[in-house]
């Protein structure tokens, strides 16, 4: 079967060899160049420049209206709202730029193609018109990147002490939340510490850290209270990737990185904004960090002040006060 | 001291009859003989070197490509057998058709690396640079041919190096193109870290090498071998081109094998550079406080301006392309300079857009978005002068100028998108997803590609002395133009809806499932354009060898390199050089009969030279 697909394979490009041969020797033999472009030429590419304008038109609306219901859901951080604003005015005024200059283009080749009986132009310069062009642009680009740098330092700005603290730690391929207790201070930890069961590396004669809770299957966060995420990695590089909350920030071993945001969406009102009731924000990992990649992720659970409550009282803080005590 | 005195008469001599032969190769070109290594191997000739080039770039392709359908198909149909991926990968690395995870990263680190510096670096600039650099400037060599030859050697080392790394028992390199430590520093974390890394690093260095010994030649020659006459204002847009692109690499890939050479020491010396506070495998390393952030800068200031070394190039050609098809002057000549010198400067002051989210200090993202979106106004320049160049024009629809007008199609629509990108805010949520890929894809990858398909087919008459075929040159245009948007659009989408690129597959996340009909139509458009490539292969290849043989000013052009004859001859020119008296653009000049004008024709009384003010 194979050899029967070769076999054909290359008799298909020997045919389209002679073919070529022979094209190329019967217009030898009227004495033009084969390869030279004729006005026939010229007038069939140019209509082919117009449609695929009209190709690049349906095709390009065609994903917008196709996908848009498919992309992420509205924002369920409060930052986010802000970013999926800018994100939508920054798209409208690219959407435009796109249909408008490539249509622009397309009708220049469509309209301008070569005839023998034509010469071009002699049009080399002219100076109102680009400056048009130069201070256009600037203007909107000052615009974008006045509004852009203003949402950057809002979003990034440090987040005041009192917020709660999380971290969460990355391995290789999995996510590790380690919450700060009452104090809301999170214990010193050392990588040489970390053992079969100590894998934070956490360092028990710190007493800040004996109220920290380490939980593995599930980041829960109350809705409508800030969170500061400290990120700490323990091998690799990964990232820390919110999508639903418009947040990201990378974890990188040897040093301590922050974001902090706002949940405003519970889990059960996304349930129902997407419709899906099996719904559930994920915490994926977004930079390359090994074969397994792919499947390193934590659920994240956005739930009421109480439901916190109730989570965060059905696991164990590292060093609970009676243990110390017994210890001592 | 007789000794000295004797060596220095023997070089002048020697100098002296370098002359003579210059002058007397003209008489005879067949007098001068050549063996076979020194002619076809370890060529000096500028021409020769940039055949030698293209070919191994072309080739490279041929392996970036064949691994792109690859990944392509587990992206589409992730768990599907393929005896295609089977017969190409192995039973070790595709086991029943299966593609495994680990040789999943290796493809697509690879394709990264030999797409970026091997065909749109290597192939791009040494194909071009070399062959019009001399051509186009009125020189009949480049600077130090001796150089010129070892920069090709070294880049052919460098790309035997890559491929080699790609049959070893570990795998290629395989922590993405870019190579960030930790990842690419431990052999624990990923198998492709050991020798593929090694090798990869081997590939690099000797690339940066060629590299630099390519660019300090260009820059030279033209700041000194340009012919008389030959002002800088009155140089092709190309030229201008492959001189900030050259400028650049020089700048720029220094520090590159800088970051690479602390790289090897953390992975073989045990220093600490990029590498602190890591538990792998069981153990803690001894390494602190080195910060892979270090690594990070470091490599994106060479890695930036590489995006600008990659597409000025495809730039300047497509300004010629355009120009002579459309029988116009370029428009703007002069803004089209400014803009590749503002480009230029502005590429080394943004690396940081790589790194919002990195953990880099906010303020320094500020910083970053502001002169990273001011890029957007020469590159805007450039597109509208390109458009105006077409205005009115009388377009002759070559191959060449198709794929010149492509280029112009997708450096806007993937510029566009760099608008997003480049603003922090924004980028926190994109920030390595499928939006970035497709932008990158778009605005440099088949933007260059564009370029330099541009240049195959309109330079071919000077590169092979033959003309390709003009229908399947068609057929190619057509079939690759749909094809780019059909893989590339679409996948902005993907990013939209947060799929984070280098997952080998996106069924571990529910919140994916409905996409998978995306990845599918982007991979059968993928498909369908490596068939279109079939087409320019079989058509390069037989044109080479049988192509109908091309007149020496086939399109009418006006610059230098069509004034040399139909023949590759040592020096260019069998006479005096050309000497020039006007700019390369004088196209359908008011009151003249011819609609070109060649350099080599003096001014009139009182006609102005084009490009100033009027």
Known sequence: ??????????????????????????????????????????????????????????????????????????????????????????????????????????????????????????????????????????????????????LWNRTLEPADSKVRIVEVYAKQFSFTARYSGDDNKLGKANYRLIMDANVLGLDSSDVAGHDDVIISDTLFIPVNEEVNFRFRSQDVIHSAYFPHFRAQMNMVPGMETFFHFKPVVTTEEMRKITGNPEFDYVLLCNKICGAAHYNMQIKIVVGTKEQYEAFMNRHTEFLPAEKTAQVK | MAADMHAHSELHAQSLEHDAHAHHGHHDDHEHHESFVSKYIFSMDHKMISRQFLITAVIMAVVAMVMSIIFRLQLAWPGEKFAFIN???????????????????????????????????GGLSGTFSNLLIPYQIGARDMASGFMNMLSYWFFFLSSATMTISLFIEDGAASGGWTVYPPLSALEKAMPGSGL??????????????????????????????????????????????????????????????????????????????????????????????????????????????????????????????????????????????TSILAIGFLSFIVWGHHMYVTGMNPFLGSVFTFTTLLIAIPSAVKAFNYITTL????????????????????????????????????????????????????????????????????????????????????????????????????????????????????????????????????????????????????????????????????????????????????????????????????YSKPGEEADFIPQTVPLRDGEEDGGGHH
Request: proline share 4%.
């Open chain 1, 1 to 150: 079967m194979k050899f029967v697909i070769y076999f054909i394979l290359i008799l298909a490009a020997a045919a389209i060899w002679q073919l070529v041969r022979v094209v190329e020797l019967s217009a030898k033999l009227k004495g033009v160049d084969p390869n030279k472009v004729t006005d026939k030429d010229n007038k069939l590419n140019s209509r082919l420049m117009f449609l695929f304008m009209i190709f690049l038109w349906i095709f390009s609306l065609w994903c917008l209206f196709n996908y848009k219901d498919r992309l992420l859901p509205v924002s369920a951080s409060e930052h986010g709202i802000d970013i999926d604003w800018l994100l939508n005015f920054n798209m409208i005024i690219i959407w435009i730029v796109f249909l408008v200059t490539n249509s622009l283009l397309f009708i220049m080749a469509w309209k301008y193609y070569g005839r023998s009986d034509r010469k071009a132009a002699y049009f080399a310069h002219n100076n109102k018109l680009e400056m048009l062009w130069t201070g256009v642009p600037a203007i909107v680009l000052f615009v974008i990147i006045f509004m852009g740098i203003r």
């Open chain 2, 196 to 337: 593929g890394m090694t090798l990869w690093l081997v590939s690099m260095s000797f690339f940066i090498v060629s590299s630099l010994l390519g660019g300090l030649n260009y820059i030279i020659t033209i700041l000194n071998m340009r012919t008389k006459g030959m002002k800088m204002t009155r140089l092709p847009l190309t030229i201008w081109a492959f001189f900030v692109t050259a400028i650049l690499g020089v700048l720029s890939f220094p520090v590159l094998f800088s970051c690479a050479l602390l790289l090897i020491f953390d992975r073989s010396f045990g220093t600490s550079f990029y590498l602190s506070d890591i538990y792998i495998g069981g153990e803690a390393l001894s390494q602190s406080g080195g910060s892979p952030i270090l690594f990070e800068h470091l490599f994106w200031f060479l890695g930036h301006p590489e995006v600008y070394i990659i597409i000025l190039p495809a730039l300047g050609l497509t300004s010629e392309v355009i120009s002579v098809n459309a029988r116009k002057p370029i428009f703007g000549y002069r803004a089209m300079i």
């Open chain 2, 391 to 586: 205005w009115k024009g009388n377009i002759q629809f070559t191959p060449g100028m198709l794929f010149a007008i492509a280029l112009v199609s997708t450096f806007i629509t993937g510029g566009v998108t760099g608008i997003i990108l480049a603003d922090s805010a924004l980028d926190i949520n994109i920030h390595d997803t499928y939006f970035v890929v497709a932008h990158f894809h778009i605005v440099m990858g088949v933007s260059a590609i564009f370029g330099m398909l541009a240049g195959v087919y309109h330079w071919f008459p000077k590169l092979f002395l033959r003309h390709m075929n003009k229908n399947l040159g068609y057929l190619h245009f057509w079939l690759t133009f749909i094809s780019a948007y059909g893989v590339f659009f679409p996948m902005h989408f993907l990013g939209l809806a947060g799929v984070p690129r280098r997952y080998y597959t996106n069924m571990e996340f529910p919140l994916f499932h409905n996409l998978q009909d995306i990845n599918v139509l982007i991979t059968v458009f993928a498909i369908l354009g490596a068939l279109a490539q079939i087409i320019f292969l079989f058509n390069f290849f037989y044109s080479i060898f049988r192509g109908t043989k091309s007149s020496q000013n086939p399109y009418g052009a006006n610059t230098l390199e069509w004034t040399t004859p139909m023949a590759n001859i040592h020096g260019n020119w069998p006479g005096a050089l050309p000497e020039v008296h006007r700019w390369a653009y004088d």
């Open chain 2, 87 to 121: 017969a190409v990968m192995g039973d070790k690395w595709g086991p029943d058709g299966v593609l495994d995870p680990n040789a999943y990263m290796a493809l697509v680190t690879i394709h990264g690396t030999i797409m970026v510096f091997m065909v749109l670096t």
